[in-house]
Structures are given as C-alpha cells and as structure tokens.
C-alpha cells in the first residue's frame, strides 16, 4: 500500500483546512486509516482514526472541531475547523493493512495569530 498526502497549508486562527491521504495498491487489506501530529519539540500524537467499518476516534482537544472520513478505504481526509496556533504541526496520514503500516510523507499546517 503507498499513500499521498495533500492540503496543508497556512491558514488563520479560526480558518479550515482539509488533508487528504490517498491510497493505492492492495486497499482491500486496509483496516484503518489515521492522522497524526507532531510539532518541534513535541512527540508524535495520534490525532483521529477510522477504522474499516466506520468508527471513529479523536484526540481530546480536536473534537468536534476535526473530522475524519473515508471514501471506501481508498482516500481519508480530515477536515479542519475553528484551528488553534495549538494545532500547527506537520501532520502524517498512517494506514494500518494487515499487520503493516505505511506513513504519509507529511504536510506542514501552519496556524497564524
């Protein structure tokens, strides 16, 4: 499975960004699809995931702002609302096939006050 990630950018407080993660390859194996998190100095944070047959889980301080979705395993997107400075980081698309993972590139969301 390879994935391609896109939609980052610099918005402002408040403003909206949607990430998609595009896959390819053997999606029939595909489990779960997250986004993840990481800013400079910080680790690494799970950030929402969808799992194959539609649940749903989110980080805290991302709910109901964030929104994880899914179109038939093939693209994950989430779409970003109300964002904090808080929320700048480079964000990772991560899916689950099987018993492997493979990681997005990164894409750089940037949140300006």
């Known amino acids: 499975v390879q994935v391609v990630e896109s939609g980052g950018g610099l918005v402002q407080v408040g403003g909206s960004l949607r990430l998609s993660c595009a896959a390819s390859g053997n999606i029939a194996s595909i489990n779960a699809m997250r986004w993840y998190r990481q800013s400079p100095g910080k680790q690494r944070e799970l950030v929402a995931r969808?799992?194959?047959?539609?649940?749903t889980n989110y980080l805290a301080s991302v709910k109901g702002r964030f929104t994880i979705s899914s179109d038939n395993a093939k693209t994950v997107y989430l779409q970003m609302n109300s964002l904090k400075p808080e929320d700048t980081a480079i964000y990772y698309c991560n899916v689950q096939h099987g018993a492997d993972e493979t990681w997005g590139q990164g894409t750089q969301v940037t949140v300006s006050s």
């Open positions: 969808i799992f194959s047959g539609g649940t």
